[in-house]
């Protein structure tokens, strides 16, 4: 399972909600705070304005769900559903996602730093222009997504797999070449160099 790396630890939920058929609900800006969300359905649901804290949400279906300008933060996500979800300039900051399905999952813009996606199966998933800061990657599979000018500084990739990703754009931090699969991955002249300086090559740039 995923590790905080940053924000504080999750209180205990204070209250649950369960067994609920939620599907194409608009939440608005609704506040909740400590409460343990169980077998959602969520699918379709459409999130502007909401806030999430310290919530625990276990097998919550969040398919086709639209969320714009959404904070989940120090939330903690297990078993739950993403399948072509949309999160547009959305705050999960020090949220972890533990044996989540991100199947097309989009995620455009927000602040996402010290998440926690350990061992998590991001293949094909599109995040663009995300703040990524301090997150976990760590032997995560995220092959074949899209990672385009987000912002890794800080963040743990160890033993996470990037094969033929699109990493144009992104800062990349100190990514360790000999940890972590970019075989195929697509990235700039510039950060190609940078790559190779970390390798302790010397990049002739005339």
């Not at 169980?38 to 806030?51: C, K, M, P, Q, R």
Request: glycine residues 10%; charged residues 25%; proline residues 1%.
């Amino acid at each position: 399972m995923s590790e905080r790396r940053g924000g504080a630890p999750p209180s205990e939920t204070t209250s649950t909600i369960s067994d609920e058929d939620w599907y194409a609900r608009e939440f608005g800006g609704a506040e909740y705070s400590d409460v343990r969300f169980v077998d959602i359905d969520l699918t379709e649901a459409s999130n502007s304005g909401a806030t999430f804290t310290n919530c625990v949400f276990v097998n919550v279906k969040f398919n086709v769900s639209s969320h714009e300008s959404t904070a989940f933060v120090n939330c903690t996500f297990r078993g739950c559903n993403f399948f072509d979800a949309t999160f547009t300039g959305c705050k999960l900051i020090g949220s972890i996602f533990d044996s989540c399905d991100f199947s097309i999952l989009k995620v455009h813009g927000g602040d996402w730093s010290f998440t926690g996606f350990r061992r998590a199966e991001l293949q094909g998933v599109e995040f663009t222009g995300v703040r990524l800061r301090e997150a976990d990657f760590t032997n995560a599979r995220c092959a074949r997504s899209t990672f385009a000018g987000c912002d890794f500084s800080g963040s743990v990739l160890h033993g996470a797999d990037f094969a033929d990703a699109d990493l144009r754009g992104s800062a990349l931090g100190e990514i360790d070449p000999l940890t972590v699969n970019l075989r195929g991955a697509s990235v700039t002249g510039d950060q190609a160099a940078e790559i190779a300086r970390g390798l302790g090559l010397v990049v002739d740039e005339v």
